[in-house]
């Protein structure tokens, strides 16, 4: 085998490309493999342009009961990066703006000694006279496929149940892409599982850094590596995922990662 390393950069895909996360590219020639032969993916920089809070994760489902008649609200949170202290406010607000119909109102506060985020549910009606209730709803009550919630911030896997007067609190879980998945069914044996439904996967990539830096990262380690055996390669697909199976928005940024190929002895 003549080519021994194939460099790639997202400034290049193809036109039919959707993005710099879901991509194909064309190489010059075809590169056919010979038997024995595996491939690394090393030199990988990627820009951290993704936020905290994005489509992947920014949905809130309520459900609010007063005298037992049950009404639901579905909130869309603000994309970009929140602090304990500024998450808190925007959830006050957004959540508030919901309630005022209502006339009720949620107080939260956020303890940074703790990384606790606390609720006070007020039931501000002039006239009272049954309980008011409102629930954070799960995603497994939720019937949509995807929810997109914001469940995994608020580290909510069950129902949460809001009531008058009395504290809610949970903590807060901001560090929201921990690891990257690139995938490529071009690339990928499908000898690979995970317990989280990709067997395309071809790179783990841990999130070492932090918004608006390089995120650097090689192939540190010897059995790191797919075995691309007797295979032609033109035109390559990639997917830069996190765990559950969203595509990465890059916000319109590119990057770059080189592709190995050594025989095996």
Same mark, same amino acid.
Request: net charge negative; proline share 2%.
């Given at each position: 085998?003549?080519?021994?390393?194939?460099?790639?950069?997202? @400034?290049?895909?193809?036109?039919?490309?959707?993005?710099?996360?879901?991509?194909?590219?064309?190489?010059? @020639?075809?590169l056919n493999i010979p038997d024995k032969c595996v491939c690394y993916i090393d030199d990988i920089?990627?820009?951290?342009?993704? +936020?905290?809070?994005? /489509? @992947?994760? =920014? #949905?809130?489902?309520?459900?609010?009961?007063?005298?037992?008649?049950?009404?639901?609200?579905?909130?869309?949170?603000?994309?970009?990066?929140?602090?304990?202290?500024?998450?808190?406010?925007?959830?006050?607000?957004?959540?508030?703006?919901?309630?005022? /119909?209502?006339?009720?109102?949620?107080?939260?506060s956020y303890d940074i000694m703790n990384n606790k985020l606390e609720m006070v549910l007020s039931?501000? $009606?002039?006239?009272?006279?049954?309980?008011? &209730?409102?629930?954070?709803?799960?995603?497994? &009550?939720?019937?949509?496929?995807?929810?997109?919630?914001?469940?995994?911030?608020? #580290?909510?896997?069950? +129902?949460?149940?809001?009531?008058? %007067?009395?504290?809610?609190?949970?903590?807060?879980?901001?560090?929201?892409? $921990?690891?990257?998945?690139?995938?490529?069914?071009?690339? %990928?044996?499908?000898?690979?599982?995970?317990?989280?439904?990709?067997?395309?996967?071809?790179?783990?990539?841990?999130? $070492?850094?932090?918004?608006? &830096?390089?995120?650097?990262?090689?192939? &540190?380690? %010897?059995?790191?590596?797919?075995?691309?055996?007797? $295979?032609?390669? @033109?035109?390559?697909?990639f997917r830069l995922q996190d765990s559950f199976s969203n595509i990465i928005n890059l916000n319109?940024?590119?990057?770059?990662?080189?592709?190995?190929? =050594?025989?095996?002895?």
């Open positions: 085998m003549d080519i021994k390393k194939v460099y790639i950069d997202t @400034r290049f895909k193809t036109a039919d490309s959707k993005s710099s996360s879901d991509f194909y590219v064309e190489l010059p @020639r075809a920089v990627i820009p951290v342009s993704w +936020t905290s809070i994005d /489509a @992947r994760n =920014q #949905m809130l489902y309520l459900g609010i009961k007063i005298d037992d008649v049950v009404s639901t609200e579905t909130i869309t949170f603000d994309t970009g990066n929140y602090t304990g202290v500024t998450f808190a406010s925007a959830f006050e607000s957004k959540v508030n703006a919901a309630l005022l /119909a209502y006339q009720l109102s949620l107080t939260v039931d501000d $009606r002039s006239m009272v006279i049954g309980d008011a &209730e409102i629930v954070i709803l799960s995603d497994a &009550e939720i019937d949509i496929a995807n929810p997109k919630t914001l469940n995994g911030v608020l #580290m909510l896997s069950t +129902t949460a149940n809001l009531l008058t %007067g009395i504290a809610f609190s949970t903590y807060l879980d901001l560090h929201t892409t $921990r690891n990257l998945y690139l995938t490529s069914s071009s690339l %990928g044996s499908y000898n690979t599982v995970s317990n989280f439904g990709y067997d395309t996967i071809i790179k783990k990539i841990p999130v $070492r850094f932090n918004y608006n &830096e390089m995120l650097f990262d090689n192939s &540190e380690s %010897g059995y790191d590596y797919l075995d691309v055996s007797k $295979r032609s390669l @033109r035109r390559i697909d319109g940024n590119h990057w770059s990662f080189s592709l190995i190929f =050594q025989l095996l002895d």
